[in-house]
């Protein structure tokens, strides 16, 4: 069966630090990997999506990028985190676009 | 481009009673429909989805929702609600163009609160 992890779990980083989350997906090849963003009473907002490795799409212009360097890992990342950055960060995967799966999550506040 | 509405931000009922989560979305091309559940400090499970098909879906943990493509709505409903059915719900649509499906656009979310 499939799994998604994300790590780490909580963290709380200054303002104008990097940055990096990590996702990995295990139990299947090439597929889709999306990164959200969900602020409170805002619903979640699709930042990058990437359909294989070194393909990646930005949704949102902002202060945040994603890579790709292999099949099933896809890293979020940041030179200087603002203090708008904070909000809880969700991986997912799917096969074809077709059913998303989700990650446990990321709350990241920025101080 | 596409839009969902959840109608409700939040929803109080007592434990045992039906309840009723409404989703209209906006739509120029056909969409496939989701409903996925959000516990506290979790990431999103799927609820259901309508991909094709018969109208009426559905999912786990006694959920269901039924595709009115006229009115374009995927309402889910539970005839019976548990305390443990207390987390945020998401109404999702992706599009259909050209044969391909699109990335999924989300409402903004409707916390249910089942009190005893």
């Known amino acids: 069966s499939q799994t998604i992890h994300q790590w780490p779990a909580t963290l709380v980083q200054p303002v104008g630090s990097p940055l990096s989350l990590e996702c990995t997906v295990e139990g299947t090849s090439n597929p889709n990997l999306y990164w959200y963003r969900q602020a409170a009473g805002r619903g979640l907002q699709l930042l990058f999506y990437s359909v294989g490795i070194g393909q990646i799409s930005s949704e949102v212009p902002q202060n945040l990028s994603a890579s790709r360097p292999q099949d099933r890992q896809f890293i979020l990342s940041s030179k200087k985190l603002l203090l708008s950055d904070s909000g809880f960060y969700l991986c997912a995967w799917s096969y074809r676009a077709n059913i998303q799966y989700f990650g446990a999550g990321t709350r990241l506040s920025v101080l | 481009a596409q839009s969902v509405t959840q109608l409700d931000s939040q929803v109080p009922v007592f434990e045992e009673a039906p309840v009723e989560l409404r989703c209209n979305y906006s739509s120029s091309v056909s969409v496939y429909l989701f409903w996925y559940v959000q516990y506290p400090n979790q990431g999103l499970q799927l609820l259901l989805k309508y991909l094709s098909g018969s109208t009426l879906v559905k999912g786990i943990n006694g959920f269901e929702a039924e595709f009115n493509k006229s009115q374009t709505s995927f309402h889910l409903r539970k005839p019976s609600v548990h305390i443990s059915d207390t987390a945020e719900y998401f109404c999702?649509?992706?599009?259909?163009?050209?044969?391909?499906?699109?990335?999924?656009?989300f409402g903004k979310g409707t916390k249910l609160s089942v009190k005893p």
């Open positions: 999702a649509v992706s599009p259909i163009v050209g044969g391909s499906q699109g990335n999924l656009i």
